[in-house]
């Protein structure tokens, strides 16, 4: 027995110094978002950081055709809820190639500006209806940031006050609606895609051109509440609003939004209105504003 450890012991160290037992080089691991950096430097994108007291927010941005002639337009886009996070990358994924291409093949003068919620908050409250889609007295700290990112974007780049424009897919599509109900005297148009907003707002946004978009198989975000959004615009008196129901179409509605070139073309045909840029948000009491920051502190900010 003894013999026959020893032999064992002596093959086992000709392999170990003959390195036929070596063991191989690690497996290399994948770049961490290899992919979205991949993407980040092909539609030239470039990381940004907002600032305003303790709070921030991470967005990427480019002007695209700035030789064009007359100021440039701006264009929000908010993402999902899957692209949350602080990497500053994830929030390309989606629809953003569509984008930047009907800008970059359309000549179109765009400042295009991609913001990332953290994965702590939300753009805004994702409802399913009833009374939970009231507007809530304070934005999360992410989505209240968005309205001084563009005001300090028109400032420094000279941009057209008059074509700013704003668009984002499910829990960006609520965010669509949570800011332009907050400021609908900033945004020239919005288009909200497979969201959901509060039909109670609709009288501060019938100045406003809107498009909506929502597939009608979505279970996921229902179908529902983006017709109680254009009803309620119609109710009030809209005659900028319009909604496009997208047959057979489940959640993935953006894809179907930011592929269709007449989207586009309405959207960067919008300009601001004297009534819309006069418009005034709903005016919350001190007493629900200050019932809403003691919430806070357990809630998504």
């Known amino acids: 027995m003894k013999t026959i450890v020893r032999t064992l012991a002596i093959t086992l160290g000709i ?5 036929l037992y070596a063991q191989g080089p690690a497996p290399q691991r994948p770049e961490p978002f290899a992919r979205e950096k991949k993407l980040q430097k092909d539609l030239e994108l470039e990381q940004q950081v907002f600032r305003k007291g303790e709070d921030k927010l991470n967005y990427n941005q480019h002007l695209y055709n700035k030789d064009e002639k007359g100021k440039p337009a701006i264009l929000i886009f908010l993402h ?11 929030q390309n994924r989606l629809a953003v190639t569509e984008i930047v291409k009907n800008i970059r093949d359309n000549k179109r003068k765009v400042l295009l500006i991609t913001c990332q919620c953290p994965s702590s908050e939300l753009w805004a409250p994702l409802h399913r209806g009833g009374a939970a889609a009231a507007l809530q007295p304070l934005p999360s700290k992410c989505t209240g940031l968005i309205p001084d990112l563009v005001e300090a974007k028109i400032r420094e780049i000279d941009a057209d006050p008059d074509r700013v424009y704003i668009t984002g897919q499910s829990m960006g599509g609520y965010g669509t609606w949570d800011i332009i109900c907050r400021r609908p005297d900033l945004f020239a148009a919005a288009v909200p895609v497979c969201g ?6 609709a009288p501060v946004l019938k100045e406003m051109a809107i498009w909506i978009y929502h597939g009608d198989k ?14 309620a615009l119609q109710d009030a008196g809209s005659k900028r609003a319009k909604y ?20 586009y073309k309405w959207l960067f045909e919008q300009k601001r209105t004297k009534e819309s840029a006069a418009a005034k948000p709903h005016k919350f009491t001190d007493e629900e504003i200050k019932a809403a920051e003691a919430r806070r502190g357990g809630m998504p900010r």
């Not at 979505?218 to 009803?231: A, C, F, G, N, W």
Request: proline share 7%.
């Open 15 to 19: 392999f170990v110094t003959t390195g």
């Open 80 to 90: 999902g809820i899957g692209e949350r996070g602080d990497d500053n990358l994830a």
């Open 196 to 201: 959901g907003g509060d039909p109670k707002q």
């Open 218 to 231: 979505d279970t996921l975000v229902p179908t529902v509440l983006s017709r109680e959004m254009i009803k």
């Open 244 to 263: 496009k129901e997208c047959p057979g179409v489940e959640h993935n509605c953006w894809e179907t939004t930011y592929n269709d070139p007449e989207m």
